[in-house]
């Protein structure tokens, strides 16, 4: 069992920065595969990215690409992400998760979520 707690989260103007960060429970944190996704209102939960256990793979989604970075310290139990050039359009509830071993991009592949946290970027 992992258990997920997103934090970082906030209101920011179009440009700026944000780290969402995503602690995990457990002993066994470097098994798994981790991803953030996010979901707009009246939207279906998005893909964002992926990185693998060992944090030496990584993959986007195309819009994130250049933008948006995926990392991960398996001493901590924690991943990030690190979002740079926000537009309103990114405005969301993200959510990090994670399934064991194997990366993957879409959300049913995804065994554990986190509660998630709002991120409002203001035109």
């Known amino acids: 069992q992992v258990q997920l707690v997103e934090s970082g989260g906030g209101l920011v103007q179009a440009g700026g920065s944000l780290r969402l960060s995503c602690a995990a429970s457990?002993?066994?944190?470097?098994?798994?595969?981790m991803g953030w996704f996010r979901q707009a209102p009246g939207k279906e939960r998005e893909f964002v990215a992926t990185i693998s256990g060992s944090g030496g793979s990584t993959y986007y989604a195309d819009s994130m690409k250049g933008r948006f970075t995926i990392s991960r310290d398996n001493a901590k139990n924690t991943v990030y992400l690190q979002m740079n050039s926000l537009k309103p359009e990114d405005t969301a509830v993200y959510y990090c998760?994670?399934?064991?071993?194997?990366?993957?991009?879409?959300?049913?592949?995804?065994?554990?979520w986190g509660q998630g946290t709002q991120v409002t970027v203001s035109s």
């Open positions: 457990g002993r066994t944190f470097r098994s798994y595969a």
């Open positions: 998760a994670a399934r064991q071993y194997v990366t993957a991009t879409v959300p049913h592949e995804y065994d554990y």
